[in-house]
């Protein structure tokens, strides 16, 4: 094994374990909120740091690696992909810790949602899931079956937001209950785009078709 062999193997677990790491505080995050559980909620704004400093050590490796002049277009497509897919996951950590401020600053706000933001929220944790799988296994199949669940997300997405929409015009809901309902909602429709994104490289690393 060569010398960058050796190092994009490693970035490639450094890679996996990020995504471990998110994907855990995604599905914390969302329990959290679920549960009006604030001091869950304030872990997973602590754990953040974790992985913004993990963030910015993967970068480095990785600008470093494509100094050390590899030439195989694969190689390079390696590279460019633990790149991507680093900042994919660093956003995803973003938004899990908006859910968890947003919950954190009315913990009864998820009470009062519809079923549909449990299903909703529930599904993502199952993309974020499913993103990583497809990553380390190298498995197009299950990148395009993430892709494909995106218009799902956002039908919940839309379903959400006119309700709550409804009900706070005829005063059935608190206006400040609902902005913090609409920011959870779209803190996790987000999450499944930077799902989406993840999966849109991997095809691109297997194929080098773009994605889009």
């Avoid at 309902?181 to 691109?204: P, W």
């Amino acid at each position: 094994m060569s010398e960058f062999e050796r190092k994009l193997a490693q970035l490639k677990a450094d890679l996996a374990t990020q995504g471990a790491r998110v994907s855990d505080l995604l599905l914390r995050a969302v329990e959290a909120c679920f549960d009006g559980n604030v001091d869950e909620a304030n872990a997973v704004i602590k754990s953040d740091e974790v992985i913004d400093r993990v963030d910015v050590e993967i970068e480095r490796a990785s600008i470093d690696l494509l100094r050390g002049g590899a030439f195989d277009e694969h190689a390079v497509r390696s590279v460019l992909t633990i790149v991507k897919v680093n900042n994919e996951l660093e956003r995803i950590a973003d938004c899990a810790v908006t859910v968890a401020d947003a919950m954190r600053e009315n913990a009864e706000a998820t009470a009062t949602a519809p079923p549909t933001f449990r299903v909703m929220a529930n599904s993502v944790v199952g993309m974020m899931r499913d993103a990583n799988n497809a990553l380390a296994e190298a498995d197009t199949d299950l990148a395009v079956r993430v892709l494909s669940f995106d218009d799902t997300v956002e039908r919940f997405r839309v379903d959400i937001v006119l309700d709550v929409q409804n009900r706070t015009s005829s005063g059935d809901l608190d206006p400040l209950v609902a902005f913090t309902l609409l920011a959870v909602t779209r803190a996790i429709e987000r999450i499944a785009d930077h799902c989406t994104n993840i999966c849109e490289q991997v095809i691109y690393l297997e194929t080098g078709k773009i994605v889009r």
